[in-house]
């Protein structure tokens, strides 16, 4: 069987089909008339989107934010593929699974902006800025800077590379609730000196949901000469926008949160005139190929992973990156604004719709954060992670699109009751 003949039997056995979902075109068709912001409240239709997903009933999943499972719709392809690369075995590996890689790597590029020579496929956040971060340049006595509300693993990698190079970390702290953006910005800019040679900053904040200026933090920074890494974890296809757009010179993030991959999926951007720079960390299986595939060779790894990215691109796709963001922002408006301003209630996430989508963060005044997720769950049956660190006291809450307006209200119900105590 040829490469062609070969592509052609995997269309028909399903590995390159896409199942269609209780067709949402179908759903959609009686809203199509509405704008996105129209339709974030129409629970009606976003019951019907429920419907795709398995949920179970032993509790109200508000901890979207750490894996956003799969719809049944793509966790079905995601067998399937599993199920045709296991028929396959050595043959489909040996033939078409770099193309297939290829091919994903590119449509991520062309969905979430850059181009396809400076976007990788890695397994996750961490994975692409520790990629970054070990293979920076560096010279003893440079400096970077990032924020103390920085996810901790790459904090403790910038710790390991101040070890190892002897780098300088300056470590500052992002308000809560910023009066402006220019306010942020000179919160990183007061920080560079004449040695900083890196920013790392978070495009969400991922323990508040507050979303950052990033394209201003990065003109900024380039300003002094000044290259800077985005933490974009939460960020893709969570709200819309364009990498290339940011203007920052590497980017990384998960897919197995907000696009709802498979565990074992991520990206990583880096601008094509700094690919060259960044030293790599694995030895790829080609030396020096002065391609961004020189930075990301992890060896034989789960392969179905990358087939269901498109899947996953296919569902997020028909439902609308608007509406998805409509409705996301609707929901977590829906239990901020009912708690914002009750007594005992404290919200530690920005209340300017811009600088905020689902993800928020809340605290019960007085309560320890650990206490308060644990009478959630065990009072209430309201599962949320607890977050006390970095100027952060409350749960993180997010909402996904399967989540109803019903259970927000059991949630609100639960934050005003434990107010009062």
Known sequence: MNKRSFLKNLAVTGIAASTPFRSISEILAPYQHLAPEELASEDVFWNQIREGYRLKPDYI???????????????????????????????????????????????LADFFGASPEELAITRNTTESLDLIIAGFPWQKGDEAIMAEQDYGSMLNMFTLVARRHGIVNKIISVPNHPTSDEEIVKLYEAAITPKTKLIMVSHMINITGQILPIKKICQMAHRHGVEVMVDGAHAIAHFKFRIDDLECDYYGSSLHKWLSVPLGAGLLYVNKNKINKIEPLLAPFELDQGTISNLNQIGTHPVATDLAISNALDFYEKIGVERKEAR????????????????????????????????????????????????????????TVAIDGANVRGCRITPNVYTTTNELNVFIEALKQMAKV
């Open 328 to 383: 996301l922002r609707y929901l977590q408006r829906y239990w901020s604004d009912a708690v914002r301003n009750v007594p005992g209630i404290q919200m530690n996430t920005p209340e300017a719709p811009k600088r905020s989508c689902a993800i928020a963060n809340v605290g019960i005044k007085g309560m320890d954060p650990s206490v308060m997720a644990k009478t959630l769950m065990e009072k209430y049956k309201i599962f």
């Open 61 to 107: 999943n508000l901890e979207n934010g750490y894996y956003c499972f799969l719809p049944q719709d793509t966790l079905e392809q995601y067998i399937q593929h599993i199920r045709e690369i296991n028929y396959q075995g050595s043959y489909y590996m040996r033939t078409v699974q770099w193309e297939n890689r290829a091919k994903n790597a590119s449509r």
